[in-house]
């Protein structure tokens, strides 16, 4: 249970640490330019979308660090939340290698690789708290 406990604050880390580098995407990916190009709607769909999406990562870090025990406990609502975080960043990997340009993945060769580990250590750490058996 402790290593469990370990991991998962490990994976509420790596979640704010992924929520902390949308900081510096908008530059690295030039948003502005590119945003530029499409009307206001969708610009601000974008934006939005973006927005929520780190504040759904900082929910997920906040509901991991604040209640790892809970989730690693293998009961209800825990076991559930565990699932579905698990569901959410095990279709993450996937987007990340086979829908993401292959040219800016190429040129940004760390960060593709950084992001795409992060989605298969998260989908591993919380389908451990969701699906190991407790003895």
Do not use: C
Request: aromatic residues 12%; hydrophobic residues 60%; without cysteine.
């Amino acid at each position: 249970m402790k290593a469990l406990l370990v991991l998962l604050w490990l994976a509420g880390l790596v979640q704010i640490l992924i929520a902390a580098s949308n900081l510096f995407l908008p530059r690295k990916l030039d948003y502005q330019a590119n945003l530029e190009r499409v009307s206001p709607i969708i610009r601000q769909i974008f934006t939005v979308h973006s927005v929520y999406i780190v504040g759904v990562l900082l929910l997920f870090a906040a509901l991991t660090l604040g209640f790892a025990s809970d989730l690693a406990s293998g009961k209800g609502l825990g076991r559930f939340l565990a699932a579905g975080i698990a569901v959410f960043w095990l279709f993450r990997a996937p987007v990340q290698l086979l829908y993401y340009d292959a040219s800016l993945r190429r040129a940004n060769r760390l960060g593709d690789i950084a992001f795409t580990t992060a989605a298969l250590f998260l989908t591993v750490a919380y389908g451990a708290a969701a699906f190991l058996p407790r003895g």
